[in-house]
């Protein structure tokens, strides 16, 4: 870092800094955050922005690393920046007869967004207000922005409750009989300001600093610590955003969107952010300043509206807004403020947008020539296409649409009615679906909307909170549904006539803007029904998007994508999706129906080889029919079924009346069964009696599993299809334990293909899900055609965490203290996990260089864990049918990011 | 193998085979077995050996591999080999004229005393035996051979169960009114061989084969076979000898002991093997064949007494013992037969010997130059010193000795009186210490032995199967004990007018030969008692053969041996028996006591960090005095103390009334104080909320225990002592739990220096039982002073085992299914736990080259884990007390075998 600055004006030669940076490995917005980084490009393509300059991402680290101080110099730097500055815009800080004021900013390298702090209006005083008043003669103008000052650096900077100053303009407007902020008179205004003054006076033990260079100082110090406020903690663990980064605070010359019906300020996106069409998006409220658009607390007008107000603006601002797009190669959200009809642009950064909009988004912008196949790919992330799979309402039988509001958010929500985050949470951690419904959301609302299903809320337009986080989790959401009355007292709504209470069920289509009463049934998605057949393509835009670019995920992607489906619905749902082949059907819950967990009740009980394998008799035909139903769904794929996996005891009653009935099968007292589920009680089931041990000590179960399998596949080989099953052995620990289960099984195969005369393609192999698996893979994969991981259970070991134990428990405590970025039960540990996964890739293809290796947990349907999956050299992923595509796509971009 | 044959004559030339072997890495006894190679040995220097042959455990392994057949071309060099063995006898087999009759015997790489199968006499039908009759003049002779070769070859190789033979012989002595078996006359001789013949014809359908060739290859097929008996695994299960190694079958001419009174047969050791004297040691039974020896059936005379009976044979005799010696370098365990005066060696092997006798032998051996001193620190068996380090009985309180046996194999013990093998492995698996009390034992009995403290017999000598098992096995035994009266009927025994019944208890010295009723408390062993300083060395010769032998091995081993000790009384011992250090003081069971447990409880139920820190400084005084204690008895020497590690839940009763107690305390209701109980409970607890994960989520309680261990550190400084202690932190997964746990320790360490004024050395560091740790060991070693390897919950996540749930449940499976050797919990496994305690050796070293590294599982008490540690280049093991001797001797072998 020796040659670059912890400050940089905006008009700064980018090049030689961009230079350096990628030397070291870095990009311009890793040093001076989204925000920072695009001021200062939007300044060297020559689009109007306010002067100014970035405190950088690196003096942010210092400050933090010397406990909240500013490191040696930054003082300096800062201050010399401001009077470049002050040089730039011919204004001086502080100085009454041409005033200087500056807002101050923070700018983290991905955008976050309302989550940090800014101060408005800095550089003002009681002289500086007075100088104003004569150059611009607006004493309203000046005193409200004043008023504004006070309030923010009150609260921001010095941490005085907001609601302090908000009862002094309260104060006033109740003693003048006025309601809105506008009506309020310039005496009031000026009153407003010396209450404040007072609350500030009394809450912090000074007077509010009348010294610009002060003000400005702490204000950047503000915004550094606010790093580390709640709701910048609770978006990163949310969003996984690393904590290590920082943020960079940018200091602007202000501009007054606030100046008169000639002035105004606007949030829009280059494109429509909710299905992705080519038109400007966005609100413009006039007279105002840019917070007001995005607190949502005045309803703006369209954006296009602008044409009628000053069509020259207008028509700058479409320009603006396509040389951008042109710049960067995607669509934009931008903020710009007018100032007496001049347009300024305030901020740019790629536009967060609904998976609807990004796979049309990403479709366009290569049919208009700024992106190639692996660009659009790379446009579209993965995770988001869930939003496209998961079921909507089904269209038959939506009910009556009570309420309408702004479509903020596409999908489909039903849950029971909460008008707290605490509530949301509250209830979702009890397993309920619940609707959050607010006048309208803030910061503080994060954790509940994520707990949400969806967000209804009574004000706020398309841009404001509840539809901008909305849309970036995914999350359906309707805003600014003016029908329904809100009161958060008596915990109910209300909505032409009828009466919402808390924990009623309500229904919302967030691509619709409908509210309905009740739970109403979900239906499939448009890209699941067309898969299905149920919908013709035609009538369907979006997948015809969406086939586009999976069509080139596709053919960009070198790693297999197969599916854990456990049924011939799912197998056959997956394989619309996209799956090659099935990685996991797991065999446990198919003796869970009503006749066979009596039998296999009879297997577990069975005390003699004889009586075990005479129960496994009768459940072969229920399990070859399983088989054969799967099998058959997946004709010509590879089909991994994984033979027994969980222990004995899951299968027998705990209940005591239950236990009499088995006891009465079996010809045993209640007291006796109850004492053979006693002896099979284990202190650490997860480390016990279960997987390949089963097979070892009641071998009788996996060969009437391998028998089903096979008589299943043969039978379908005589109807003329292609089955290809392959045996999956779990919890192999040992190359011994292997070789045991592997001999029978081979055995029973053989038996049974030379009985039916058939012969078939097929597999066995193992589930690699121990840590000693992996530190021994040559010796199991010396005697096996394939590995599977299952890194579910291998996190549990290679952490020493039970799942069920440490998830909703500490593992939340370990993320807010920042052990963990990331729960690993959700994203791949790469340094632990991962690093055993690589040692098992590599040992089991020294050992078998046809050894074909998967992996079976959640873990493959996760984009950065797909990622590193590409990187280990893995042959397949397979997840979740409807998480197929997710995984389709993830590679793609995998292998675009790091070609094998 | 090109060049090695499948039979070698002990005549044939060793020079080539050997080095052909040693080309391959092998030894001769791998390839001929123990006993064979000893033939071939002995033949070699010129000692009289009846001449024979041996086929190799190869062919056995072949054997095996086809499915118990005899691999091609097998039979014909058996009988090339028996041809070869004619000429040199001069003998036919099979001629009555002129017969030659051989013995078939087994002989592994390792001895298995009894454990598979013998048949003499081979060669003999009614033919040879009238031949025979004419040759000897000695019809009794020889029809006892007969009837001998007919019951052992029915019952060894055919299968027939014995007792049926036996009856006929018992059949012919009730008829003629006799006891004996020398009673019987040549006639009743003559009628058991037609009745046996007629047993075997019944259970067998054929004849009984005439055909000596027949007898000789379904002899060598039975002696493969029986290396997979029951017994046979059993035996190498106990023995941890892998079940691939197969056993030699040696085919050597008879020699007969019951040719008359100038005839016998003898077993000896050349030297004591109880006590190690230097003399010899052994029985003689005259006119008998050596299994009448080893059985125990009849009670033979002291060896010395062949002295009066044969001099010149005796002399010889003592002759041959002194070369053998002289060869070996070590005792040797000899049998011999003298037939019509004339003595021929039939087996030498080195000695089984006690532990005392262990260390006296290999100091002797010293000092008679036959040895130097690694050859003497070699000699002992690191996991026989258990012997000479437990608990004697207390010598002041020993009550009246009820009988006097044969002092078979030393040391003292004391349990329940149980009459069967089956009877004494049920009340052991029980947690009951149980007295195995037989008329004699048999090879069937081993398990049983094995769950005894001790074993008391009525019949038997030095050598019977009760005493060499018992010795071998380190287990206290009297056997011969002619005063006890048993009956297996009434489960009792009768003794000087006490009757003693199943389940009474009893004790037994077996050093004394002493029986005692009633259950006698134990005092310190000999060597114990000397560090102790409550037993003048001069006082304890074994002692001082035991320190010479500790002497040469602290000087040759690299590796310190630590100890691991919760108690000032523990560290003390372990300090005398020379720890170094200690390498685990674990802190859970100090919060048990009654006066802190309800603080403690307190603590864990505080709602508040200002509760908890209450509680905590409540346990402050009793903590620091806990570690004062410890750090005082190791003055000078490292002390590491683990935080604590169990789930919190430990800590809380489970009980209702107690919950009642504890809620009244607390101020909360039984059910409340349920409720957290049961919010406490985990599915897994091995793999939840214990270790630094309580550390984190509770910082008070570590902080407490590590104020405690400075503030006891720091008043140990003032007074004048040199407290070394080193906080070790527990489960640690991840570098970022390590470093809040160790900024804190940190903090509070300094503090508490700080205010007492004190410098102290201390040291930070962490367990690594995690896999995880594991394989992140450079991020963890980079901010750590050492690494101590819990192998014990190591082993549980690399393997996915349980300890509480699986090794009394499917380990046992495991190994009698060969998927395992050894309990990995028992011994390092050195495939899977080994290759990550290598890595973590490995970065932990490379991150932080002055990383001191230990380990502190169990492991650090047994042989082969030592061995593994000190080649992973650990700096030191730790382990309990009494086996820091056996880690610091393994350590000094391990040395010896693999330099550093």
């Not at 912890?6 to 980018?14: A, E, I, P, W």
């Not at 907001?162 to 006025?178: H, P």
Request: hydrophobic share 40%; with cysteine; net charge negative.
């Amino acid at each position: 870092m020796a040659n670059l600055k912890r400050v940089y004006m905006f008009s700064d030669d980018l090049e030689p800094i961009v230079k350096q940076l990628a030397d070291e490995g870095r990009q311009l917005k890793w040093l001076e955050g989204g925000k920072g980084s695009n001021l200062a490009i939007m300044t060297s393509i020559g689009i109007p922005v306010p002067a100014g300059f970035t405190v950088t991402t690196d003096a942010c680290l210092e400050f933090m690393d010397r406990g909240n101080k500013f490191p040696e110099g930054l003082t300096d730097e800062i201050l010399e920046a401001m009077s470049k500055l002050e040089a730039e815009t011919g204004k001086k800080f502080g100085d009454p007869s041409n005033p200087l004021l500056v807002s101050v900013r923070s700018g983290a390298r991905e955008s976050m967004p309302g989550m940090m702090d800014t101060v408005l209006n800095l550089g003002m005083n009681d002289e500086v207000a007075e100088g104003m008043v004569r150059l611009t003669g607006d004493e309203r103008f000046v005193y409200d922005a004043y008023r504004r000052l006070i309030m923010m650096f009150g609260d921001v900077v010095m941490g005085v409750e907001r609601e302090l100053f908000d009862e002094c303009f309260s104060q006033v407007k109740q003693k003048e009989g006025v309601r809105g902020d506008t009506e309020v008179s310039v005496e009031g205004l000026k009153e407003t300001v010396e209450l404040e003054k007072q609350v500030y006076k009394q809450h912090i033990g000074s007077d509010f600093p009348t010294n610009p260079q002060e003000q400005l100082l702490e204000a950047v110090r503000a915004v550094f610590e606010s790093w580390n406020n709640d709701r910048a903690i609770a978006y990163r663990e949310l969003n996984k955003i690393p904590h290590t980064w920082g943020t960079a605070v940018n200091v602007q010359t202000m501009v007054f969107g606030n100046m008169g019906e000639d002035s105004g300020t606007g949030v829009a996106f280059t494109r429509d952010p909710a299905t992705g069409e080519k038109r400007i998006f966005g609100d413009y409220l006039p007279n105002a300043q840019g917070e007001d658009v995005v607190a949502g607390i005045r309803t703006p007008v369209d954006i296009t509206e602008l044409e009628q107000i000053n069509p020259g603006a207008y028509k700058q601002f479409l320009d603006i807004c396509e040389k951008l797009e042109a710049h960067y190669h995607d669509v934009q959200d931008v903020e710009f403020t007018i100032e007496r009809g001049k347009l300024w642009m305030l901020q740019t950064r790629n536009g967060k947008r609904t998976a609807a909009a990004a796979v049309k988004i990403a479709v366009d912008l290569y049919d208009e020539g700024l992106l190639d196949e692996a660009g659009a790919v790379k446009l579209v992330p993965p995770e988001q296409l869930d939003q496209l799979l998961h079921p909507q309402f089904d269209a038959a039988q939506k009910p009556e649409i009570v309420a309408t509001g702004v479509a903020a958010s596409p999908g489909a929500a039903a849950g029971q009615v909460v008008f707290t985050a605490e509530k949301a949470v509250e209830l979702a951690e009890t397993g309920k679906r619940v609707i959050l419904v607010r006048h309208e959301t803030s910061p503080d609302d994060i954790r509940g909307m994520a707990a949400s299903e969806g967000i209804l809320t009574q004000f706020g337009g398309k841009t404001s909170h509840a539809a901008v986080v909305g849309r970036q989790m995914g999350k359906p959401c309707v805003v600014g549904c003016a029908a329904i009355e809100l009161d958060y007292d008596e915990l109910k709504f209300e909505v032409n006539d009828n009466i919402v209470c808390e924990g009623d069920f309500v229904s919302i289509d967030g691509a619709a803007g409908e509210v309905m009463l009740g739970d109403v049934a979900l239906g499939d998605s448009e890209i699941v029904a067309v898969r299905k057949g149920d919908l013709d393509p035609a009538d369907a835009p979006l997948y015809q998007y969406y086939d586009r670019i999976m069509t080139w995920a596709d053919e960009i992607r070198k790693m297999g994508v197969r599916t854990n489906a456990d049924t011939p619905e799912d197998s056959e749902l997956a394989l619309e999706l996209g799956a090659e082949g099935i990685g996991l059907t797991r065999t446990e819950h198919m003796f869970f129906g009503e006749e066979r967990i009596r039998i296999f009740q009879r297997m577990i009980l069975g005390e003699t080889t004889e009586e075990r394998e005479a129960a496994a008799a009768e459940l072969l035909p229920f399990q070859r029919e399983d088989f054969y139903g799967i099998l058959k769904a997946m004709d010509g794929k590879p089909v991994i079924i994984r033979l027994l996996d969980p222990p004995l005891h899951e299968f027998l009653p705990k209940d005591a009346d239950d236990q009499q009935v088995v006891g009465n099968m079996v010809g045993k007292s209640q007291e006796e069964i109850a004492d053979i589920v006693e002896g099979l009680h284990e202190l650490n089931p997860m480390l016990g009696h279960r997987g390949c041990r089963l097979g070892i000590t009641f071998p009788e179960i996996y060969k009437m599993q391998v028998r089903a399998i096979f008589e299943a596949a043969c039978q379908l080989k005589k109807e003329g299809l292609n089955p290809i099953p392959e045996v999956m052995i779990p919890l192999i620990a040992t190359a011994e334990e292997l070789q045991i289960c592997k001999d029978y099984t081979l055995e029973v195969a053989r038996g049974v293909l030379q009985e039916q005369g058939v012969e078939l393609e097929y597999m066995i192999g193992t589930m690699i899900e121990l840590p000693r698996a992996c530190l021994v893979a040559d010796q199991i994969g010396a005697i096996t055609d394939f590995f599977s991981f299952g890194t579910n259970d291998l996190t549990q070991t290679v952490f020493g965490f039970s799942r069920d134990d440490v998830e909703g428990k500490f593992i939340p405590a370990y993320i807010a203290q920042r052990i963990l970025q990331v729960s690993p039960f959700e994203s791949i540990d790469v340094d632990g996990v991962g690093a055993l996964v690589r040692m098992g890739v590599e040992k089991g293809r020294t050992a078998n260089p046809n050894l074909e290796i998967g992996i079976c947990g959640e873990h493959g349907g996760e984009p950065h864990s797909v990622a590193f999956c590409h990187n280990a050299g893995l042959d397949y992923v397979s997840c979740a049918p409807l998480r197929v595509p997710i995984a389709r796509l993830a590679a793609a971009q995998a292998q675009i990011d790091n070609p094998r």
